[in-house]
């Protein structure tokens, strides 16, 4: 399913960067004149603004005129109005060629209430809508961030155009950020069911930064948003970029094993705050040096993977080499997006085939875990077991008939037991005792040793998977030899927690070789495989030899 979402999302952003590849939107950055004060005659053509100031001072709370020379740099199709887009900071009156065309706000009388938006398209009248220049003149007030002077920027177009290519955009990269929304559930997800996944964690968290930067940074295009909240938005932006430009580097140290990571992460932490703290209000500025610290860094951990051959690090090199030509052939917005797009398509690329290896993993350990079953059954009823086993009841049978019953009984109901779980994948613990109990059973006849068995606080509910305390005890029997008293004692303890179950069993007996190398046989393998089989990594085995006999700790994960 993510695998088709990713190729629809692949497909949005090569439309987008062909959108974005086309002529932009014919921008202009006008040279203004202010003056302070209000007469409706300012907004003449033939009046004399020689003297008008080039800068705006300090009109306070006061109304201030806007005088500038634009281009309509087209003849107007038929029938098809034209319109002009003002990017402005404050509620003004707009005036075209002497002619009010529209409003945006309340000039002069903000505070009650924030009316208007940063940006706003109006209509302009057919007749006035020839090719050349017009006069564009601005009755304002700027009662919020009264000292700040950003540039007055027009946009002069076909007035659909204005209202529909921004729209069309924008829907085209929510799209895109819905697809990493669903990406963002979907590895959380997995990483809740697997805690040790904690790259599939990063590039969760990594998608939904990027998700709330695409909604964030569009929001613009359907939301009104007041001149006074303008920062607001840019503060948002800059904080996500900053989240995303940290976190796309620790993602790629983890996934190739940078060396000395736990070194240089926090040093380039302080990079970026540093970064982020200098440059604060030169927002577009500092985004791009976020942005090149975070190629900086990611390119400094792909190499080094590279250089040590790690699978896949060569793509993710070239993906970061590909990024640095975006931004020299389409708009530094789109170029943005698109290069946060394919880095986390990139990170996307490697968690897919950590997961194939980690499937296929799983699939041999299924394959082992049937391979070991059959070999424990082969061990049970091998000629060795069996001819031992017999000759053990024959002699019970001479020597005491009624004791032989018991052996048989015993028997079969260890047999059974085995044929009962051999199957399954899960079984409750007690019934996991019950088969250790009726072993031991067995082995006191076999052996003529006196085999304890002892089980504390043991959640019963719980459930694990089948011959694996089993296997354990006949490890025991196999590492021991009994005690003076001719003893061998089992006792298997629970000690639960909010993130694990751990099971501890104990033999209490003499170690038969205490130099002897422990080895991995099979029974420790088969209890390694079931583990795997039944809880993936989230489990531990441990099982050394004490003081007092032997020692087994599995630990499950929650």
Known sequence: MLYQLFKKAGLILVIITMISCQDDLPFQVPEVKFKIGDDVTWSKKDIDDSKWATEKGNPGDRIFWIR?????????????PQGVLIYAFGAYEVYWDGVLIGTNGSPGNELPHKKG???????????????????????????????????????????????QEPLVLTSLIYVLAGAFFLTAIYFFILYINNRKFFPGLLFSV?????????????IKFYIPIHYSDFYIRLEIIGVLTFLISFLIPVYFSIQFSFPKRKFLIPFYFLLLVLIY?????????????????MWIASAIFVSNAVYRKEIKSIIVLCTLLFNILLFNFIVYDIALICSFTILLLCMFYILAIQIKQQRKAYEYSLVETTRLKHELLKKKIQPHFLMNTLTSLIDWVEESPTKGVYFIEALAEEFDLLNQVEDKKLIPISQE???????????????????????LDIDTTKKIPPAVIHTLVENGITHCSPNTDNQIAFRLTEEPNS?????????????????????????NKYVKARLTESYGDQWNFDSHSTANGWKNIITIYH
Request: proline content about 4%; some cysteine.
């Open 499 to 523: 993130n694990y179950t751990k099971y501890i069993l104990v033999t209490l007996a003499t170690i038969r070789n205490k130099n002897k190398a422990i080895q991995d046989g099979t029974g």
């Open 68 to 80: 500038t020379q634009v281009v309509q740099p087209q003849k107007p199709e038929p029938f098809t």
């Open 433 to 455: 005792i019950q088969l250790c109990k009726s072993f031991l059973n067995i082995m006191r006849y076999r052996k003529e040793i006196t085999y304890l068995w002892n089980d």
């Open 117 to 163: 938006e940063m940006d706003k398209s109006f209509i302009i009248p057919d007749s006035l809508a020839q090719k050349g220049n017009h006069l564009l003149a601005l009755r304002m007030s700027q009662q919020y961030h009264k000292n700040d002077d950003r540039p007055l920027g027009v946009v002069i177009t076909d007035y659909k155009t204005l209202i």
């Open 277 to 293: 703290i200098l440059y604060h209000g030169r927002y577009d500025y500092t985004t791009q040096l976020l942005i090149i610290s």
């Open 206 to 218: 990594c998608s939904f930064l990027f998700f709330l930067l695409l909604i964030i940074e569009y």
